[in-house]
Nanobody, 120 residues
Framework: QVQLEESGGGWVQAGGSLRLSCAAS????????MGWYRQAPGKQRDLVAT???????NYADSVKGRFTISRDNAENTVYLQMNSLKPEDTAVYYC??????????????WGQGTQVTVSS
């Protein structure tokens, strides 16, 4: 059993900052890529940022220069620092982890989502 627990969402005015956290727990043998995705009302879920086990990062063009993804491998935790937030960043943000369990299963796991609302 693996769980991803997100925290840090909320309401902020445009130009403000938020920091999301996602901690993975359970029968985890190894963590591969981790990432953040978001889904606005009526839209598909889109990639925001990913980070590999070695620390290589990838960002959506819309967040480059404003968001920073990082991870703590010892704590199986991934973070998303979001600065200069815009109303169009409003969405439910989901944590994702590609990992292998002690039972030998490799799969993608998702968190339950955390709401981020940016007011103009």
């Amino acid at each position: 059993q693996v769980q991803l627990e997100e925290s840090g969402g909320g309401w902020v005015q445009a130009g403000g900052s938020l920091r999301l956290s996602c901690a993975a727990s359970g029968s985890i043998f190894s963590m591969n890529a981790m990432g953040w995705y978001r889904q606005a009302p009526g839209k598909q879920r889109d990639l925001v940022a990913t980070i590999s086990s070695s620390g290589s990062t990838n960002y959506a063009d819309s967040v480059k220069g404003r968001f920073t993804i990082s991870r703590d491998n010892a704590e199986n935790t991934v973070y998303l620092q979001m600065n200069s937030l815009k109303p169009e960043d409003t969405a439910v943000y989901y944590c994702n982890a590609d990992l292998e369990t002690w039972q030998g299963f490799s799969n993608d796991y998702w968190g339950q989502g955390t709401q981020v609302t940016v007011s103009s």
